[in-house]
Nanobody
Framework: VQLQASGGGLVQPGGSLRLSCAAS????????MGWFRQIPGKEREIVAA????????YYASSVRGRFTLSRDNAKSTLYLQMNNLKPEDTANYYC????????????????????WGQGTQVTVSS
């Protein structure tokens, strides 16, 4: 699966951004997909993911209630709507895909994914 992430940028605290991840090379609706983020010197961490189109969505506790994961199967695109952004959300955001139909407990594990996008930087600052 080839992944192309976009939508990052600079936003003030409390603002919103929508990240997009365009996928190609595999039936999108049958691909497990997720967003991770990473800051320099830290481990890449899960933001949100789901195992297949319409499946249960995993959200990191730090973003639950503020971020929304969604898919558009017709466009083979994964979205991450980020609202009420905080400075601690500043990171490089990566989309990821797995050829496996991941079970819910496997969604947060970055080793479950075999394809990664190039990352898009999100900076939350006044």
């Amino acid at each position: 699966v080839q992944l192309q992430a976009s939508g990052g940028g600079l936003v003030q605290p409390g603002g919103s951004l929508r990240l997009s991840c365009a996928a190609s090379g595999r039936t999108f609706s049958r691909t497990s997909m997720g967003w991770f983020r990473q800051i320099p010197g830290k481990e890449r961490e899960i933001v949100a993911a789901n195992g297949r189109s319409g499946g249960s969505i995993y959200y990191a506790s730090s973003v639950r209630g503020r971020f929304t994961l969604s898919r558009d199967n017709a466009k083979s695109t994964l979205y991450l709507q980020m609202n009420n952004l905080k400075p601690e959300d500043t990171a490089n955001y990566y989309c990821a895909a797995s050829t496996m139909n991941l079970i819910f407990s496997s969604l947060p594990d970055k080793s479950s994914y075999d394809s990664w996008g190039q990352g898009t930087q999100v900076t939350v600052s006044s």
